[in-house]
């Protein structure tokens, strides 16, 4: 075998570690908006049309007063002229020239703003649908540590709240920040070019209105974070509860439940009624500046009119300027709510998707030869020999499970591992399995590096029946399946022949094409377990584990499993954690754990015969 892909030094183990410990990233709420922004950059493109669309659409509506305000100075002039008997009377068809024209600018505008619309809602989809791929993906790359420390409500709440806000504030507030931008250069600039001093009566109230702004953005930010955040708590608390609704009422915990289910509410309704109330007040605050803003300047351009400064045409088209231009405020104002709530559902998305990832796949990788053609230097035969090398490990680096474990395992051999709970047992197993990455010395497979193989090709290698049965809504003949997807249903009959499913299979209404329920209630535990042994062993693993495989069965049932089992495990390497210690007298070697280190090994009657640490376990179940 390759000597390159042996035990490696522990200097390069803790190398290893310090790599992964390196992706973690501050959260900030500034760049956490930078991060989106990068995000839309393969849509550049896209907005850069949607920019000039808007702008486009927004300029032939700003105009519109202007040239409005030209149909109602020709009317006004005629109407004097009438009245004077100056004039030729009213010039309808200069006005109907104008009217004509203005409805014509009004269609382009039209056209501009449902094309920027039909982009930009392009891009948001697209957008979304990118996020909930990338965090699909994520799912298969976190490290099993992130799952033990992390609610399922609160990682669906991200896939689904924090999504649906960006999509649903994405496609209006881009397109409407650019709008209300344009909108509010555009008018201004009309409106100096009409008169500059009742401009300046109108800017005036710029300064206040930004004030209330800064001043309602700054107290609701941080009420549109923890609104989200509470929302999450308040998703993951009822995930749970509705998941584990059984063992809730079996130890009558409806009580507690509603109790931290209002409290958790209470923190979201707190929150959510801030946060709404901030947001709902901007939109009062502002429009009663703009009406006093709008009061100084119909008094301004009245005392114009009656002086000749300025047309009749232009105080019309002007007073509208001063209407419009208070609406860009006001939707940047709101604009501004809705981007912090935005801003804070992105941060939630890209905080999961800036978790620390599981170590990368070696690259060149090994892989199993399943062909039995001769072995080359990458594609190598597994016998089933494991080794563990100096084996430090802990899921937190202030508490060390495993300090300096190491075995070294025959191919056949049944290894039974016990010892008191908190011992170490399950920990072998995940890392055996390479669930978690050891922090010092190495975990072999016939002398390879688990880590020189793609976790798809090593976790191939074994088949597990754990002490918690996992199966999934599906008829039994597909969670049998589930072991090996191109097995045969004659395969799949002969695995629940092996493992004593069959006899009770064929009790059930529609037999192996029986559909278990979402929680998979319909059958009983010790069903399940039969089902995920006969999986097992379908699979033809060359390593085989099994936690605790037959807690969950009756004596007799056991009896029948366990003739099952020591079929299934002849010729292949078996590691078998155990309480009850008479189900594993019949091990080859039984290590005995004790606070993460191998206090005894050998035989039952060696251990027995020591009358030491696996002794007293042994008798201590036949106590009373």
């Given at each position: 075998?390759?000597?390159?892909?042996?035990?490696?030094?522990k200097a390069a183990m803790g190398g290893r570690m310090a790599g992964m410990m390196a992706g973690d990233k501050a959260k900030d709420f500034k760049g956490t908006l930078?991060?989106?922004l990068q995000y839309m950059g393969k849509y550049k493109i896209s907005v850069v049309i949607v920019l000039i669309f808007a702008v486009c659409s927004t300029v032939f509506m700003i105009v519109g007063p202007k040239i409005l305000g030209n149909a109602t100075t020709i009317l006004a002039e005629g109407i004097v002229g009438v009245y004077t008997g100056t004039g030729d009377g009213i010039d309808f068809g200069a006005i109907a020239e104008i009217l004509l024209f203005l409805l014509g600018l009004y269609i382009v505008s039209a056209f501009?703003?449902?094309?920027?619309?039909?982009?930009?809602?392009?891009?948001s989809v697209r957008l979304t649908y990118q996020l909930r791929k990338d965090i699909s993906e994520k799912f298969n790359r976190l490290p099993l540590k992130y799952y033990d420390k992390t609610t399922?409500?609160?990682i669906l709440s991200r896939v689904t709240n924090d999504i649906d806000t960006l999509s649903q504030s994405l496609n209006q507030s881009i397109t409407q920040i650019i709008t209300s931008v344009t909108q509010l250069i555009g008018i201004l600039v009309m409106m100096i070019s009409i008169s500059w001093q009742m401009t300046?009566?109108?800017?005036?109230?710029?300064?206040v209105s930004m004030l209330l702004v800064v001043m309602v953005v700054r107290r609701s930010q941080k009420q549109f974070t923890a609104q989200q955040k509470y929302l999450g708590n308040v998703n993951g608390h009822i995930?749970?509860?509705y998941g584990g609704h059984q063992v809730m009422k079996a130890f009558c915990g409806e009580e507690k439940s509603v109790r931290q289910f209002e409290e958790l509410n209470d923190k979201l309704y707190a929150s959510a009624w801030k946060s709404q109330f901030l947001s709902g007040v901007m939109m009062p605050l502002m429009t009663f500046v703009t009406n006093l803003g709008y009061v100084a300047v119909c008094v301004l351009g009245g005392y114009f009119a009656a002086n000749g400064v300025i047309t009749v045409g232009d105080i019309q088209a002007f007073i509208q300027y001063v209407r419009q231009f208070t609406q860009p405020i006001t939707q940047v104002a709101n604009i501004t709510n809705i981007l912090q709530q935005t801003a804070a559902a992105a941060e939630r998305v890209f905080e999961f998707l800036n978790e620390e990832e599981e170590v990368p796949e070696a690259e060149p990788a090994l892989t199993v030869n399943t062909t039995g053609e001769p072995d080359t230097e990458m594609n190598v035969s597994i016998s089933g020999s494991v080794q563990f090398a100096h084996v430090r490990f802990g899921y937190s680096d202030d508490k060390i499970v495993i300090h300096d474990f190491s075995v070294n395992v025959a191919p056949g051999s049944k290894i039974a591992i016990v010892g008191p709970t908190g011992a170490g047992k399950t920990t072998l197993i995940k890392l055996l399995m390479r669930f978690y990455d050891v922090q010092d010395g190495a975990v072999l497979v016939d002398g390879y590096d688990i880590r020189d193989f793609r976790r798809k090709d090593l976790r191939s290698l074994f088949g597990m029946v754990l002490q918690d049965t996992w199966l999934y809504s599906g008829s039994i003949r597909d969670n049998i399946r589930y072991g090996r997807p191109d097995a045969t249903d004659e395969e799949i009959l002969r695995a629940a022949e092996a493992a004593q499913v069959d006899s009770f299979v064929r009790t059930l209404p529609d037999g192996y094409d029986m559909i278990l329920?979402?929680?998979?209630?319909n059958i009983s535990q010790g069903q399940k377990q039969l089902i995920t042994i006969a999986r097992a062993i379908l699979a033809d693993p060359k390593v085989l584990i099994l936690d605790e495989a037959t807690s969950s069965v009756d004596t007799r049932t056991e009896v029948l499993i366990q003739k099952a089992m020591d079929h299934l495990m002849e010729g292949r390497t078996?590691?078998?954690?155990?309480?009850?210690?008479?189900?594993?007298?019949?091990?080859?070697?039984?290590?005995?754990?004790?606070?993460g280190d191998i206090v005894e090994q050998g035989s039952h009657k060696e251990l027995m015969a020591k009358n030491g640490f696996y002794a007293n376990l042994y008798n201590s179940q036949f106590e009373v």
């Open positions: 075998m390759n000597n390159n892909h042996r035990t490696r030094p930078r991060q989106f501009f703003s449902f094309m920027q619309g039909l982009i930009m809602t392009h891009v399922n409500g609160e300046l009566i109108a800017l005036g109230i710029l300064p995930e749970e509860m329920n979402e929680e998979t209630g078996s590691f078998v954690i155990a309480h009850r210690l008479s189900t594993i007298v019949n091990a080859d070697r039984i290590l005995v754990l004790n606070e």
